[in-house]
């Protein structure tokens, strides 16, 4: 237990080194003895041939386990001996303290059962060497009984303290070590926790990871879905534009058309004035008159198939076509009732061409906006030829006419029905005048608004693309969170 702190290699390696020194003083002692003739050449050669053989088993014994406890044991053997051989082959009493260092060097290996070994060996072996002293070599003299107290005192004393330091630095060590294990304790939870800690880094890495690459997979669909809408919001705000310029300008058809049918009622209450002094010349037309009815007939069906078709446009355009039909419809009245009126309508009939045609330009610029031409077309022409069969009749009126101004009477009566219709048609025009007016309105309010979609739209594009920046920027963290993550899941 003591040696599992200490270094042996090093320990070893230092008390190899040191046990050199020693042997050297030794083999120079030895010399020293030679010259001073109390010993002989052959006992000094013996004593320095066992020398190195000693020093040549220890230097074996190290170099072939460098780190093993046999290397103490065969030193610390040799060393004794040679120190016992060293004290009993003089009379000299100092020679007791080669030991002293050799008790510091093996205090090394903190080794508290050697030490009182071999502090108990060195006690006797220096117990024995003074009774020999004093017993059998009868060196007993008062002053050399006190060099051998100190001797005696010196060895306990250091054998002593060899013993308690031992024991104290085992002490030492020992709670050290108990301090060495204790925090390796706490280092090993701590790496318990830390390798937990990566584990779970490295789940949440990888979940990470995935999220941002789905944030960057959504981000790239947002991307393309608000540049589609971009796309359409331009185009919205395109056909707002030309949706309200087509509404302006029905306005000022329709405002064109609401003055002319102003024109029209005030032609009309001349135009009755007139009839009133040609009513006996309208009574010779009451036969054709039956024609005109027919014709007229078929011209109302016509027309009434054709507000029908016209249905299918919006509602703005539904009710401008609806309005143009009855103008139509009035016009043709008027221009019948003018044909009856002779000289005196021309002006009216006039008018009437004149209101006539501003409908149809109505109904051409409504039939713009939708997408049902050809039907109206097909409606229009059975008008036309309706129409055709109604000229016809009328020529034959006018002949009439000429001999004829009892009909007046009956066309002052047409005629106050042509001044109600036109004070309908001025209502119908204004009130479609205030629903175009409302139209543009919205119109322009939906172009604006379209203008601040497509701006947030922008803005819109813009903050996707800034994500997406940080995307890229999230990404690049993950994955370098990641790569950290199992850098430390091989500590796993």
């Known amino acids: 237990m003591e040696n599992s702190v200490v270094d042996l290699k090093r320990v070893n390696g230092f008390v190899l080194a040191l046990t ?26 013996i004593f320095v041939s066992v020398i190195l053989v000693y020093t040549g088993i220890i230097s074996f014994v190290y170099k072939k386990d460098k780190e093993g406890l046999k290397f103490k044991y065969a030193a610390s053997i040799g060393f004794f ?49 003074v009774g020999w002293l004093i017993f059998i070599v009868q060196a007993n003299s008062s002053n050399l009984t006190t060099d051998y107290t100190i001797q005696m005192a010196s060895i306990v004393m250091i054998v002593v303290s060899s013993i308690i330091g031992t024991k104290l630095s085992n002490s030492i060590n020992e709670d050290k070590t108990k301090a060495l294990e204790e925090a390796k304790e706490k280092q090993e939870d701590i790496l318990k926790n830390v390798l937990k800690i990566a584990s779970e880094l490295d789940q949440h890495s990888n979940a990470v990871g995935q999220t941002i690459t789905e944030l960057e997979q959504s981000g790239s669909t947002i991307n393309d879905a608000v540049g589609d809408i971009s796309a359409g919001a331009e185009k919205a705000v395109l056909s707002a534009q030309e949706q309200s310029n087509l509404t302006e300008h029905i306005q000022n058809i329709v405002v064109d058309t609401s003055e002319a049918s102003k024109n ?22 009451n036969v054709k008159t039956e024609v005109m009815n027919e014709n007229c007939e078929s011209v109302y069906e016509s027309m009434i198939e054709l507000r029908d078709k016209s249905k299918e446009i919006n509602e703005i355009t539904e009710a401008i076509t609806a309005i143009s039909a009855q103008t139509n419809i009035l016009s043709l009245n008027a221009a019948i009732e003018s044909a009856r009126a002779g000289e005196a309508g021309r002006g009216f009939a006039v008018v009437a061409e004149e209101v006539r045609n501003l409908a149809n330009q109505s109904g051409e610029f409504a039939s ?18 309706a129409m055709t069969r109604l000229k016809g009749a009328n020529d034959e009126q006018n002949e009439l006419i000429v001999n004829t101004g009892e009909i007046f009477n009956e066309t002052t009566e047409y005629m106050k029905e042509v001044n109600d219709q036109v004070s309908i048609v001025t209502d119908k025009v204004n009130e479609m ?36 920046n940080c995307v890229q920027r999230s990404k690049e963290i993950a994955s370098g969170l990641l790569e950290s993550a199992k850098a430390m899941k091989q500590y796993i």
Do not use: W
């Not at 029209?264 to 006996?280: A, C, F, L, P, R």
């Open 264 to 285: 029209m009622e005030e032609i009309s209450h001349t135009t009755i004035k007139q009839m009133d002094e040609g009513v006996k010349i309208v009574k010779a037309l």
């Open 368 to 385: 713009h906006i939708t997408a049902i031409v050809d039907e109206l077309q097909q409606v229009v022409a059975a008008s036309v030829e």
């Open 433 to 468: 005048v205030g629903i175009n007016e409302r139209l543009i309105k919205n119109t322009q309010e939906i172009a604006a608004i379209s203008e601040q979609t497509l701006a947030g739209i922008e803005m819109t594009t813009e903050a996707t693309m800034q994500n997406n």
């Open 20 to 45: 050199f020194i020693l042997n050297l003083c030794l083999i120079v002692g030895q010399i020293g003895e030679i010259a001073k003739g109390q010993k002989t050449v052959t006992a000094v050669a």
């Open 81 to 129: 001996l040679i120190y016992v051989y060293s004290m009993f082959t003089t009379t000299r009493v100092l020679v007791y303290v080669y030991i002293i260092p050799f008790m510091m060097l093996y205090f090394l290996y903190f080794d508290l059962t050697f030490i009182k070994v071999l502090g108990s060996a060195v006690v006797l072996a220096n117990t024995a060497r």
